[in-house]
């Protein structure tokens, strides 16, 4: 029997697919600052990405003449976002719409690799429920990086689910070619979840002496990587940035994520993991299900069951080990939660059978959707404001209006936070190296602040942005050419934020 293709599967559940693509429209609109519901997103590394999308777009090459240290794909999907729409975030949102559509269509699929169409529709309704913790205001790295996991988590369970499974399809070799690819171009050491799988593929089709296949897929798989490699790679040689953004996308990351004393490493480790455990136990133990009892129990192949359950360990040292660690990290681990729900759906319809009628399957997505916007409280107060006029003195507008009034200005951000979000309102292209200032510490990339440095010393710009909690604050505070070129237009004293008895407070300069 001929093997259904992707769409022909959609295609037999068009009414689970049309539900769950309705909900999934409006599950982003409200629970993604990226919509065009909200007047902006103000997280600091959302703003990073599209506004060095946005230089890069503009004919400013990545790394030597904008610089982050994330992979350059997140700037290209940002770019292409800026190109569709330059002033908003409507076409990163159009982006982010069509990778969460993908993404659930994808839990739908591999949920129906064990279980029946109703148990999996409300996977894919429960999973958005567990992600939206941890997508923050949404467009992370995190979450596009999970949606190609999940794409090629399907494949992977597709092919280990038969024991004697012999011959691998290469075409599918080559999807997770581009998929790591992507991945290692976005954050490179992410690419973890994709070496135990493919390894055991590809052992499978040697202990099985499919030795043609076994050729034909880790050339389908090379010819996958090379698809993003060598266009991204070429257009940093044409430019010559190739050696730049080794020094900062692989030797920076190196430092900046390398791990302490094994000690401090296992300390670390189990402090971050009691922590993830304390902040959601329920998500916790699906996914330790997902993650050890699914691979045990469902996955017929004895090579694949180890595979699965080596890519889920290595995967949770990579994110809770390494000497820096941010709250949204936990989001790529939580692609485990599909196959322990599916464990948990696979015990419970032992004893229930289910029949759902269309009715029923929408009252399902409404109250999927309705606990969704409830996680989030984007429409309460406390810097998650939906119109501009509810908070008009939020540090970004307060001082944007001042910006607005200069013809074509420029901006420097000494710190993070906030103002990275004044180059988004402003609609400002950077017209500086480090126009922004990562979390780096001054030993660690001392180059930034050393030019950053000369910016004020030559009035490079003509505003500055500045607050009391970033890493270089002190240096510039006492910078006499800061006080000589510049002076303070205003101030935001951010009360929510408070670090022992001081608060947060942004400051905001002009060129004399």
């Known amino acids: 029997m001929k093997e259904k293709t992707i769409f022909q599967e959609l295609a037999s559940d068009k009414k689970y697919i049309i539900i ?50 994330k992979g350059p794909l997140i700037f290209i999907i940002y770019g292409i976002g800026y190109l569709i729409s330059n002033s908003t975030f409507l076409g990163v949102f159009i982006i982010e719409l069509i990778g969460w559509l993908i993404l659930i269509y994808t839990i739908f699929l591999t949920a129906r690799i064990y279980l029946q169409r109703e148990f999996s529709f409300l996977i894919s309704l429960i999973v958005p429920a567990f992600l939206i913790k941890y997508t923050h205001t949404g467009g992370s790295a995190e979450e596009f990086i999970l949606i ?35 991945v290692f171009f976005i954050k490179l050491n ?22 043609k296949n076994l050729l034909h897929n880790i050339l389908s798989f090379i010819l996958g990587v090379f698809v993003i490699a060598v266009p991204i790679c070429l257009y940093l040689y044409i430019n010559n940035a190739l050696t730049e953004a080794f ?44 993650a050890l009892y699914f691979p045990i129990k ?25 000497r820096t660690f941010h709250f949204y990290y936990p989001l ?36 999927a959707l309705l606990v969704g916007i409830s996680s989030k409280n984007f429409f309460g107060l406390g810097g998650y404001e939906i119109t501009r006029q509810i908070d008009p003195n939020s540090p970004e507008f307060q001082f944007s209006r001042i910006i607005e009034t200069e013809k074509n200005p420029t901006l420097l951000n000494l710190g993070s936070g906030y103002g990275n979000s004044i180059f988004t309102i402003c609609n400002i292209t950077p017209n500086v190296k480090y126009f922004l200032t990562p979390n780096i510490y001054y030993n660690m ?68």
């Open 298 to 322: 469902h996955i017929k192949n004895k090579i694949g069951k180890v595979s699965m359950i080596l890519c889920a360990l290595s995967l949770f040292f990579i994110l809770f080990s390494p």
């Open 20 to 69: 769950l693509s309705i909900f999934t429209f409006f599950f982003l609109f409200f629970t993604s600052k990226m919509s065009p519901l909200y007047p902006i997103n103000e997280w600091s590394d959302i703003n990073v990405y599209f506004n060095i999308g946005k230089a890069a777009m503009e004919g400013r090459t990545l790394y030597t003449e904008s610089f982050d240290h």
């Open 190 to 211: 992410l690419v973890i979840f994709w070496v135990f799988p493919i390894l055991g593929i590809l052992i499978c089709l040697l202990i099985h002496k499919e030795y």
């Open 148 to 182: 190609m996991s999940v794409v090629s988590l399907y494949f992977f369970y597709r092919f280990f689910m038969d024991e004697d499974t012999t011959v691998h399809n290469p075409k599918y070799m080559f999807l997770h070619g581009i998929l790591f690819s992507m």
């Open 445 to 512: 990339y001392p180059q930034m602040r050393d030019e950053q440095t000369k910016y004020i010393e030559n009035k490079e710009v003509d505003f500055i942005v500045v607050d009391n909690f970033s890493f270089n604050y002190q240096h510039f505070r006492n910078l006499q050419a800061f006080k000589e070129n510049y002076i303070l237009m205003d101030t935001f004293v951010n009360k929510r934020i408070v670090f022992g008895d001081e608060f947060s407070t942004y400051y905001l300069y002009r060129k004399r």
């Open 247 to 290: 020094n900062v996308y692989i030797l920076l990351n190196m430092k900046y994520g390398s791990p302490l004393s094994a000690s401090d490493t296992m300390n670390h480790t189990f402090m971050r993991t009691y922590s993830f455990f304390r902040n959601d136990i329920v998500g916790f133990i699906i996914m330790s299900i997902g």
């Open 332 to 367: 790529s681990f939580y692609i485990f939660i599909i196959p322990g729900l599916i464990s948990i759906s696979l015990f419970i319809k032992r004893y229930v059978y289910i029949s759902y009628s269309g009715k029923l399957l929408c009252l399902f997505a409404t109250l």
